[in-house]
């Protein structure tokens, strides 16, 4: 009798500790913020200030505030933490007047449990990673990064961390897109390993020290995203970055959220402060998902403004309002300027940039010019434009750049351009001054035909003038054909001033493709 006693007591007690097991954790994740500090509009740029008031603006920095105070007041008891999956960095005029502070002051207002490195965190090299490594309270993390050889960032850059999350030991690991040392500023002494490699090894650690819920917190966009879930044994959930992807279960058009690659779940929040995303996750006592519901939160106007992140911004945006809130131009219709457009196919708004470069080095015998689509980061919307508007598509401070090449480095080019398509990769190359074909069902390498330059088939041993932005010139986004060219010149004017020029010049600009540009996809 005693023993049956005791022997039921203990089923009761092991039944409550399996019941007990189960761990829920509420994952809230923003990406690819790209210094969307205001209000945007619905083309992604910065939001009048009449617009926000009527109510048709979305994101900005107080609404994310707002929307993840509400997940913490609601969720108060329960397993939440808060994660970035990288590039705050870059994108509007609030990076480029202030290089990082403004993000850094407001990621700290908000608490982040932990950030992946971005691509656009190198955008003005290592030092500019090294402030937010430094100005932030919690841990920015990149596994693939073998920072050992750098002065600055040597010891400051940690590939994993583990939270402590409701008596639960939380894995974090993280990657970075290798290809960063073609769209950003990572320097030489950034050595990038393979993405899979690099975060199995780091699963096997964290096993090791028996952290068995593991999170891949990646920059590596969708694509590679599912590659990963689907090689690396141990990740129980992806929060990632770097493809601006939508997830919804409401939005026409959008994946699912969360879009499962095996058992899986893997998550993204599009980009540019539109979205907040809530991923609610249990785990059995294995650490094995055996749940993964949630969906991202549209920041519309019915989420509140943080009011005192409403006039801490007003006070930053003081000094850059006046010169930015001059009107250049009148659009006759809307810019079309998203990357979906303008990293696949001819886009207006690259024949617009295109277009002003060509004709604003047209007298030096300039025949042809080169934008990356990656490099245009907005659209403009229909009506007055003002040079804030023209910044928010082009905010790198690039400038013109002249340059020498024979026809075949230009085939080269244009193969490069057009070489990562479905990734979504910012190569593709926007074109003035010349057309052609690409035949994206072809093999690399041969998919361009049908090359004209000047209203001539483009000859190989023939040389050309181009112009270019200096990053392009420079070998970004895998443009390294332009490094050795001759006649150079990277020092012109500011891309964005020559595009205000140029629309101020034909206002009212209207929009337009013409055809220089035949993408075969089937």
């Known amino acids: 009798m005693t023993i049956r006693l005791l022997s039921t007591t203990a089923a009761l007690a092991l ?3 399996m019941a007990a097991a189960d761990y829920t954790l509420h994952i809230v994740h923003i990406n690819d913020l790209h210094s969307r500090i205001e209000p945007i509009s619905r083309f992604d740029s910065t939001c009048s200030a009449d617009d926000n008031a009527a109510g048709e603006c979305f994101g900005g920095y107080a609404r994310v505030a707002t929307k993840i105070a509400e997940l913490r007041d609601e969720l108060a008891g329960e397993n939440m933490i808060v994660l970035d999956a990288g590039d705050q960095y870059q994108g509007s005029l609030m990076y480029t007047t202030y290089k990082g502070d403004v993000e850094i002051e407001l990621m700290e207002r908000i608490g982040f449990d932990a950030m992946a490195v971005g691509n656009h965190e190198f955008d003005d090299g290592p030092e500019g990673l090294v402030k937010l490594l430094d100005g932030v309270s919690f841990p920015v993390i990149s596994g693939n990064l073998d920072v050992s050889r750098s002065n600055l960032l040597g010891g400051k850059l940690d590939n994993h961390t583990v939270l402590e999350v409701g008596g639960q030991r939380i894995g974090v690991i993280s990657a970075l897109a290798t290809d960063t040392v073609e769209t950003s500023s990572p320097g030489p002494n950034v050595i990038f390993q393979d993405e899979i490699d690099s975060l199995a090894a780091d699963v096997a650690a964290l096993e090791a020290e028996g952290v068995d819920i593991i999170i891949a917190l990646t920059h590596v966009g969708l694509p590679r995203d599912r590659e990963i879930a689907e090689a690396v044994e141990g990740i129980d959930v992806i929060v990632g970055g770097h493809s601006h992807t939508l997830m919804s279960n409401t939005e026409e058009g959008a994946l699912p959220y969360p879009t499962m690659v095996g058992d899986v779940p893997v998550v993204q929040a599009y980009a540019y402060s539109k979205y907040v995303g809530h991923l609610t996750v249990t785990f059995d006592d294995d650490g094995t998902v055996t749940d993964a519901t949630g969906d991202t939160i549209l920041l519309d106007a ?18 850059i309002a006046e010169a930015m809130d001059v009107v250049v131009a009148e659009a006759g219709d809307a810019i079309d300027g998203s990357r979906e457009t303008c990293r696949a196919v001819e886009c207006p708004m690259g024949n617009l940039v295109a277009d002003a470069m060509l004709d604003r080095v047209a007298d030096q015998g300039v025949v042809f010019a080169i934008q990356n689509g990656g490099g245009l980061r907005a659209s403009i919307a229909p009506g007055e434009v003002k040079m804030g508007d023209v910044v928010t598509v082009l905010p790198f401070q690039n400038t013109l750049s002249t340059f020498e090449v024979t ?3 230009i085939l080269e080019a244009l193969e490069n351009g057009v070489s990562q398509v479905a990734d979504g990769a910012g190569r593709f190359p926007q074109v003035a001054g010349m057309t052609f074909t690409a035949d994206l ?3 690399p390498g041969s998919r361009i035909s049908d090359v004209m330059i000047g209203g001539e088939p483009l000859d190989p041993e023939a040389s050309y003038l181009g112009v270019s932005n200096n990053y392009v010139r420079n070998g970004g986004d895998g443009y390294g054909m332009f490094v050795d060219a001759a006649n150079v010149y990277d020092y012109g004017p500011d891309l964005a001033d020559v595009t205000a020029e140029f629309m101020a010049e ?10 220089r540009i035949t993408v075969i996809t089937e």
Not at 302 to 319: M, T
Not at 506 to 515: A, E, F, L, V
């Open 15 to 17: 039944m409550g500790s």
């Open 302 to 319: 019915s989420v509140a403004e943080d009011p005192e992140i409403v006039a801490r911004v007003a006070e930053l945006a003081g000094p």
């Open 407 to 409: 026809g075949a480095v």
């Open 441 to 443: 069902t072809a093999e």
């Open 506 to 515: 034909n206002s009212p600009y209207t929009p337009y493709t013409d055809g």
